[in-house]
């Protein structure tokens, strides 16, 4: 599917590989060098998510981007 002259099908795509690359990248560092890691809190987990959010938002500003709202589970 393109937009214009963007192949959007493709985009996805490699961003998609790209972002998984880095995770498994990310995940081998951690497993090799845990000894010597010190995590970022859950409070700097949180801001670094808000950070995120909010360059999101202005990098697509008319998406209406937000945080999702997790639907409580019916039991």
Not at 17 to 26: A, E, H, K, S
Not at 30 to 53: D, R
């Amino acid at each position: 599917m393109k937009l214009g002259d963007i192949d959007v099908v493709g985009e996805i795509i490699d961003l998609n590989f790209q972002l998984l690359r880095t995770q498994i990248l990310l995940e081998e560092l951690m497993k090799h060098n845990a000894e010597h890691l010190k995590l970022p809190s859950q409070e700097a987990m949180v801001e670094i998510n808000e950070f995120t959010l909010k360059s999101i938002q202005k990098k697509f500003p008319n998406m209406n981007i937000g945080k999702k709202v997790e639907e409580p589970t019916q039991e």
